[in-house]
T-cell receptor
Framework: QKEVEQDPGPLSVPEGAIVSLNCTYS??????FMWYRQYSRKGPELLMY????GNKEDGRFTAQVDKSSKYISLFIRDSQPSDSATYLCAMSAGGGFKTIFGAGTRLFVKA | DGGITQSPKYLFRKEGQNVTLSCEQNLNHDAMYWYRQDPGQGLRLIYY???????QKGDIAEGYSVSREKKESFPLTVTSAQKNPTAFYLCASSRLAGDEQFFGPGTRLTVL
């Protein structure tokens, strides 16, 4: 079993839809959770960074962490064609431990 | 502007040759990382360095080598021992190991 599981998609939605992207994990020591957006042939860009459980909002993006279920989500409101990319989740126990990345979910937002 | 630069953007190599990929950061980060990304796959850690003059093997270090002589630089050498080197290589850095990582634009290596 992988430490981090992420559905590879692809996920196709119409413009304006609410998108939900998810990851599950097995290591209860993870405390720091990240979401990255990666456009084709580019480096990943950090979108959200959260510590422990709870929600964090930044514009159209909301990150949610449920440590009891070992489940994290990224919601994108009012999705735009420019949101079409691969979204990677990542998590770490901090304190010098490695960051583990999910395989990424490909998202297509149709105009 | 603070950030991470990688060069070259595209690199072509003949079989049997060693090549070195450059990674420089001006974020004053202590930790730096090298990842390999293959089509449809996630990031696989090659090497990482938590501090100058120190580095550790990641999950797929065979056929690769690194150095960390300066805080801002972490070059990766892909040696002829790497059996399947064609891939997209990403360099990243973080303030401390385990913190959020910031990525460079990547180098696409193709072996001819």
């Amino acid at each position: 079993q992988k430490e981090v599981e992420q559905d590879p998609g692809p996920l196709s939605v119409p413009e304006g839809a609410i998108v939900s992207l998810n990851c599950t994990y097995s290591n209860s020591a993870f405390q720091y959770f990240m979401w990255y957006r990666q456009y084709s042939r580019k480096g990943p860009e950090l979108l959200m960074y959260t510590y422990s459980s709870g929600n964090k909002e930044d514009g159209r993006f909301t990150a949610q962490v449920d440590k009891s279920s070992k489940y994290i989500s990224l919601f994108i409101r009012d999705s735009q064609p420019s949101d079409s990319a691969t979204y990677l989740c990542a998590m770490s126990a901090g304190g010098g431990f490695k960051t583990i990345f999910g395989a990424g979910t490909r998202l297509f937002v149709k105009a | 502007d603070g950030g991470i630069t990688q060069s070259p953007k595209y690199l072509f190599r003949k079989e049997g040759q060693n090549v070195t990929l450059s990674c420089e950061q001006n974020l004053n980060h202590d930790a730096m990382y090298w990842y390999r990304q293959d089509p449809g796959q996630g990031l696989r850690l090659i090497y990482y360095s938590q501090i100058v003059n120190d580095f550790q093997k990641g999950d797929i270090a065979e056929g690769y080598s690194v150095s960390r002589e300066k805080k801002e630089s972490f070059p990766l050498t892909v040696t002829s021992a790497q059996k399947n080197p064609t891939a997209f290589y990403l360099c990243a850095s973080s303030r401390l190991a385990g913190d959020e990582q910031f990525f460079g634009p990547g180098t696409r290596l193709t072996v001819l």
